[in-house]
């Protein structure tokens, strides 16, 4: 197995950059200061916060009319745990990776736990696949998996939840996460009620198989591929869902799920108060799922998101725990630098959030005023944190610069020699 990237070179470039550091750590200090902030205390608090990594993220996306592979693809759930590695050795942020069955199923789950252990990883959710069939499946889901007409459909989309649970316990894994393609493409096609009474009696099937100390994450989706209904379209619905299911359920929130325009950290703070989130799905958009770059087109949602959690952690909300997890398909760039970039933004955003004066908003707010509430949301906001991020790399044995170390690395080139050419599909994506 491949473990990584030299630590010679990591240190290498380090060195030749923490001069700089240091000098732009303490000048961003001393601001900091000056608003009365302990940014060593930020600083510790960016340092326990980790986001998992997607398996398939790790291979190229697609679009609905083509894929074009990139070099050294990964072949198998162990080439993408090496991918993994990789991208938690320099960024420091990603110590988990979340798994996505049949995608990664392998013959000795025991082998791959310590693969991962070698890697310093662990795992993360486990995510189930009835939106597309899989070989030598008896019943398809064109028509749906969950909410399907068919009993006998229903039953394989069950079972296949109930797999997903049993590798998870062999993995160390502790959530579910259940989405489905469900839905209708013309007016009429699907009885709506019906359709949402199959889901919850098929969920609770699964919901009665989870462990104890386990979760079930329920994601929704406006749209894609059903694109006149969903079945779980939108929180209202997953909220009834989740309500309906029992406390070991809640409501998974992916940036990009959601209609243009939808105020995303208003719902955040629904689900918070309601206790329901269970965390989220990072990546950006433009038009719909795009599934971009986290932050890569709408930097300061994400921040207004994170001040939303952060505000709860603050005022110790009781049984807020949200889980984090980038979901993102990267069609033009190189999988491993899309997600440092975003595992370092989502960071970026987290500390942003740290530095709001919470007793200085909530007098704003109570007394109306909207003027300086919004300019100390600002003041976060367009903080430059990059020192703070940078020595939390460096603290933890991370790169100071990691797509700069990771391609003097040579490791895409590496893994190119090493891994055949794949064509069409392949690394887990459609």
């Known amino acids: 197995m491949n473990t990584g990237i030299d ?6 470039h380090n060195d030749k950059l923490q001069h700089h550091l240091q000098n732009d750590y303490q000048h ?3 601001q900091l200061a000056r608003r009365h902030i302990d940014i060593d205390r930020v600083r510790a608090q960016v340092a326990a916060f980790g986001v998992a990594i997607p398996s398939w993220g790790v291979g190229t996306g697609g679009t609905r009319f083509a894929r074009f592979p990139g070099p050294g693809e990964p072949r198998h759930v162990f080439d993408k745990l090496e991918d993994c590695g990789v ?48 070989k030598d499946q008896a019943h ?28 998870g316990r062999q993995l160390g894994s502790t959530a579910l996460t259940v989405w ?42 406006i749209n894609e591929p059903a694109f006149y209904s969903t079945v779980i379209q939108d ?12 406390p070991q359920a809640q409501c998974l929130v992916d940036l990009g ?20 989130l269970a965390g989220f799905h990072f990546n950006d958009s433009k038009y719909g799922d795009d599934d971009l770059d986290a932050g890569s087109v709408s930097p300061y949602r994400l921040f207004l998101v994170f001040n939303e959690l952060v505000a709860a952690a603050h005022e110790q909300v009781p049984g807020f725990d949200p889980a984090y997890m980038l979901d993102q398909s990267h069609n033009v760039t190189d999988p491993i630098e899309s997600l440092m970039t975003s595992a370092v933004q989502v960071q970026r955003s987290y500390a942003q959030a740290l530095l709001v004066d ?24 367009q903080t430059d944190v990059t020192p703070l991020l940078q020595q939390v790399r460096r603290d933890a044995g991370g790169a100071i610069d990691p797509v700069a170390v990771y391609r003097a690395s040579g490791y895409r080139r590496q893994a190119a020699e090493a891994r055949p050419a794949v064509a069409g599909g392949g690394g887990g994506i459609v």
Request: with cysteine; glycine share 6%.
């Open 7 to 12: 630590a010679g070179l990591v240190a290498s």
């Open 28 to 30: 961003l200090g001393e």
């Open 87 to 134: 991208i938690h050795q320099l960024a420091r942020a990603t110590p988990t990776v979340s798994l996505h069955i049949p995608w990664d199923k392998c013959s000795d789950w025991r082998e791959l736990r310590g693969a991962a252990t070698a890697l310093g990883l662990s795992f993360d959710a486990m995510n189930s696949n009835t939106f597309s069939d899989q």
């Open 140 to 167: 398809s889901y064109k028509f749906g998996s969950l909410t399907h007409t068919d009993a006998g459909t229903r039953a394989q989309a069950v079972a296949h939840n109930l797999e997903c649970i049993e590798i």
């Open 180 to 221: 489905v393609g469900d839905g209708s493409n013309f007016p009429g096609q699907q009885h709506f009620r019906r359709a949402f009474d199959r889901y919850l009696d098929s969920t609770r099937q699964i919901y009665a198989a989870l462990p104890a100390d386990w979760r079930m994450f329920l994601e929704h989706k």
């Open 235 to 246: 929180w209202g619905s997953s909220y009834l869902a989740a309500t309906a299911l029992g």
């Open 257 to 276: 799920h959601h209609a243009p325009n939808v105020n995303i950290e208003m719902i955040v703070a629904r689900l918070v108060a309601a206790g329901k």
């Open 358 to 381: 919470r007793d200085a908003l909530d007098a704003a707010q109570e007394a109306n005023d909207a003027m300086t509430a919004t300019h100390l949301l600002k003041a976060a906001f």
